[in-house]
């Protein structure tokens, strides 16, 4: 257990629809990262927020956004939905500086 | 951009036999480099990492992996493989450690354990 917890754990839906992913970082942790790993794509660096503010953007497209709360959980919003755009979404914490990114159990998107 | 290529998307070994899982990297600056792995249905787990300290680092079970950049490369070995061992293994860098920045993922090498 790495102190990363992700709800929900599966996520169905249609397309066209909308959906937040939730992700609380481990305690003290104020570096939240998500990671998105598809058959297609692998596993791709989306975002990465530091204490509220967003520090690094990867391939995030224009249809996703996240951000980070003050209590320093996270939520990746997710609109527009194709089905191209089901996969596992991970999220990982770490505190800013350190080398070692610890990673949720995810959740499995599926859009039908 | 920094990149990483895993060779062998599956790699099939007997129990007791080395295991040797390839990954080779591409950056304009030192790099930070890190295997995980990721059993059935869970998330991802640290292996080992290279920062710039000793080249030939020691991870969990049993596992090591060594720094060579006049080849680019980070193969993760262990000497007697496991039916445990069976999992993906993921190869990633970082040019900032994890600071500022997100891992990139090479695409991942199945490990298949024959008994």
């Known amino acids: 257990d790495s102190g990363v917890t992700q709800t929900p754990k599966h996520l169905i839906t249609a397309t066209g629809q909308r959906v937040t992913l939730r992700c609380s970082p481990r305690s003290g942790d104020l570096s939240v990262y998500w990671y998105q790993q598809s058959l297609d794509q692998g596993l791709q660096f989306l975002i990465q927020y530091y204490n509220g503010e967003e520090r690094a953007k990867g391939n995030i497209l224009e249809r996703f956004s996240a951000q980070q709360f003050p209590d320093l959980h996270s939520e990746l919003n997710l609109s527009s939905l194709e089905l191209g755009d089901s996969a596992l979404y991970f999220c990982?914490?770490?505190?800013?500086?350190?080398?070692?990114?610890?990673f949720g159990p995810g959740t499995r998107l599926t859009v039908l | 951009a920094q990149s990483v290529t895993q060779l062998g998307s599956h790699v099939s070994v007997s129990e007791g036999a080395l295991v040797l899982l390839r990954c080779n990297y591409s950056s304009s600056v030192p790099p930070y480099l890190f295997w995980y792995v990721q059993y059935p249905n869970q998330g991802l787990q640290l292996l080992l990492k290279?920062?710039?300290?000793?080249?030939l680092v020691k991870g969990i079970n049993g596992f090591e992996a060594e720094f060579k950049k006049s080849e680019t490369s980070f193969h993760l070995t262990k000497p007697s493989a496991h039916m445990s061992d069976a999992a993906e293994y993921f190869c990633?860098?970082?040019?900032?450690?994890?600071?500022?920045?997100?891992?990139?993922f090479g695409k991942g090498t199945h490990l298949i354990i024959q008994p």
């Open positions: 990633a860098v970082s040019v900032s450690g994890g600071g500022a920045d997100g891992l990139t």
């Open positions: 290279y920062t710039s300290a000793a080249t």
């Open positions: 990982a914490s770490n505190k800013l500086g350190a080398d070692t990114q610890y």
